[in-house]
């Protein structure tokens, strides 16, 4: 269900990570290796979100469509490099809509977000948590997704003051109190930090010394990957990792 990755580092051209690394992003849309609860391919749009130059906004490029249907997108993909990568191919949850708007990463100021998973019994488990946003969230929601409510939750708690870690763990605990059984593996960077979660499905990382890649499945076989374990909370900088659990 859905592949995810988010990179930090210097800059590097976008197809890097999804067309020419051996197991890059495209690879895993049609032959992932891990895609534990379900689902076969990752057919059902994608999205790549990056930052072009250190402290602008971010830009999107996204699609309802396969991401190796896009023949656009291999070329565009060659000529952007950037520092800060998050990018997703989704398998819709059944019942929720497949349309570009539902693709990852969902965008807002500077924040990039992607959602791995599903939130059991959407919509009538999460209504009790959206019932606390301000009508004007919910009226312009993405799409009527469990991952689009999702950020919608988080980015309420960031203007509440909180830290993206905070944040994205409280939605989890949240989730996972109101909705059992909820596969909640999040993505979410600012284009300086990336915090991720694992609850329900794969992540692994691999830094290098001055770069930091997080990702469904490891990009290729070098050694350096390591799995991040389940339940777990990580923030990465290019120079820093940190990992507990939730
Ligand atoms: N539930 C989300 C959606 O339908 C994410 C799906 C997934 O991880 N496969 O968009």
Redesign the pocket.
Known sequence: ??RHLAYLGPPVALSSLLFAAEHGLAHQAWAPRDMRGG?TINADGFGVGWFPSAGGSPLRYRSAMPIWSDAALPALAAASASGAILAAV????VG?PVVET?AAPFVHDRWLFS????VRGFPGTLAPAAASLPIEDLLTLDAP???AALFALIRHRLRAGKTAEEAVAGVVSEMSDIAPGSRLNLLLTDGERIVATTVGHSLSIRTTADAVLVASEPLDDHPGWRPVPDRHLLTATPSDVTMGEL
């Open positions: 269900m859905c689902g989704r398998s819709a949850t929720m539902a959602h791995n998973g599903v997704t469990d991952s």
